[in-house]
């Protein structure tokens, strides 16, 4: 460990002590004096619950759920940690359910589970789901991950995203739009590596494939090498790993064998999703890629390779998952805004084209931004992007019969910056009048 991590850690664990955590919650309605307990509570609640059971899609208008969702684990795969339990997941959660508010303007509560099977982890969030407009899964362990993610998508009528997928795949599918457009090459004509056969390439892959790239040119390589349609494997990937099978029936048209050194000779892309680095990805293996090589280096904290050794071994454009280098590929630019805009329109599901409408409507602000080598993706600091990012998901909801109400254009970016705006601003004037009380000097 670096010690400019290790510095991290004991900041965080001082500052988590001093102030309890990372959320809480206040009441959104006035109280003027105890008579209003007789509205907001009993008898008058009767009323509004009444209300709810004649109608339950009532619950969207006279409770919080509207902006209300559960961030769901049962600690299996937590951060690069691994399997470090529910309990000791519960501090990545609230900083999860912190981000969704600051960024996105959503209420997120974390649900860490006792939960040893995918079914039981299914069975909670289904039978939690009344109370939440959404369900956010949160590092769960592969391949139950997959099975949850459809089992939720079909099971529930609120939207289920699994983060560690889709909201890393939906930043790489970003970057790399516009990683090809300062190149010059077209996503369909690009050799793609993929190293790494976890949640966030194993989605990648598909949102690629969905958006454009071509499966025979598209490598994904896991633990045991290159996956491809006759590998000796393939029978009990069948069964065991039914997702990753797909991909190896459908991706690495030359049938290319073995490991990184042998996929990556000529490829134009590479997409690292494994393990921190560095040295997990070496600049003689960079060196065998196609001319204007783009390499993304996304394992945390530490990329698979560092940038600058990317670039000496002649990758024109670098991306890592650190703030601290150019170009993060950060699943933090996504999901806030992802479900800002399906909480606005209610919708009842986040299929994969809404996933794609949201990495192209972020690819879309950093062109009009000016793309550059360094710069093919916003930063978390460019918040304008999260009411764009909302608004292209919303409307996709809507063009797709998911949304239970429809909404202009206009009306869901307002919606959208008004929640965002009003998160900031809320936290801002705490912050000014010392109702949070100032990070203590060292």
Not at 210 to 237: T, V
Request: a neutral charge; hydrophobic letters at 45%.
């Amino acid at each position: 460990m670096s010690e400019r991590t290790e510095k991290y850690y004991d900041m965080a664990i001082s500052l988590s002590k001093f102030y309890g955590g990372k959320i809480q919650v206040i009441p959104k309605v006035p109280v003027r004096s105890l008579d209003d307990f007789s509205i907001w509570y009993t008898p008058g609640v009767a009323g509004v619950s009444n209300t709810i059971a004649k109608d339950p899609d009532k619950s969207f208008e006279l409770t919080s759920r509207w902006n209300t969702i559960a961030i769901i684990t049962n600690g299996t795969r937590v951060l690069g940690l691994g399997n470090i339990g529910p309990e000791a997941a519960l501090p990545v959660m609230e900083g999860k359910a912190m981000i969704f508010k600051y960024l996105g303007g959503v209420d997120a509560f974390p649900l860490v589970v006792r939960a040893k099977t995918k079914e039981e982890v299914a069975d909670v969030a289904e039978r939690v789901s009344p109370a939440f407009g959404g369900i956010n899964l949160e590092d769960i362990a592969q391949p139950d991950c997959f099975y949850l993610l459809d089992r939720l998508r079909e099971t529930l009528d609120i939207p289920v995203w699994h983060d560690d997928q889709l909201g890393t795949a939906a930043a790489t599918l970003a970057g790399l739009v516009n990683a090809l457009k300062v190149v010059g090459k077209k996503l369909s004509d690009v050799k793609i590596v993929m190293f790494g056969a976890g949640a966030a390439n194993i989605a990648g892959a598909r949102l690629i494939m969905a958006a454009g790239g071509d499966p025979k040119k598209i490598i994904l390589i896991d633990s045991k090498g290159a996956l491809y349609s006759e590998r000796e494997d393939m029978d009990k990937l069948q069964l065991v790993h039914p997702w990753k099978y797909e991909l190896a029936l459908k991706t690495n048209g030359e049938k290319v064998a073995g490991g990184l050194d042998e996929a990556i000779v000529g490829a134009d892309v590479l997409i690292a999703a494994s393990t921190p680095g560095p040295g997990v990805v070496k600049k003689e293996q960079v060196k065998k890629m196609a001319k204007d090589a783009i390499v993304f280096a996304e394992a945390n904290p530490v990329p698979e390779i560092w940038p600058w050794e990317a670039k000496e071994a002649g990758a024109r454009i670098v991306a890592t998952g650190r703030s601290d280098f150019p170009n993060q590929i950060n699943n933090s630019l996504v999901f806030p805004a992802v479900f800002r805009g399906t909480l606005d329109v209610r919708a009842k599901k986040i299929l994969d084209e809404m996933v794609i409408t949201a990495a192209l409507e972020l690819a879309k602000f950093a062109e009009e931004r000016g793309l550059s080598e360094e710069y093919i993706i916003p930063t978390m600091e460019e918040w304008e992007v999260y009411p764009r990012v909302a608004t292209a998901v919303g409307l996709k909801a809507i063009e797709m019969g998911l949304a239970r109400i429809k909404l202009s254009k206009d009306e869901i970016y307002d919606r959208a910056y008004k929640m965002i705006r009003l998160s900031r601003d809320t936290l801002a004037t705490l912050v000014k009048n010392n109702l949070i009380s100032p990070v203590p000097a060292e």
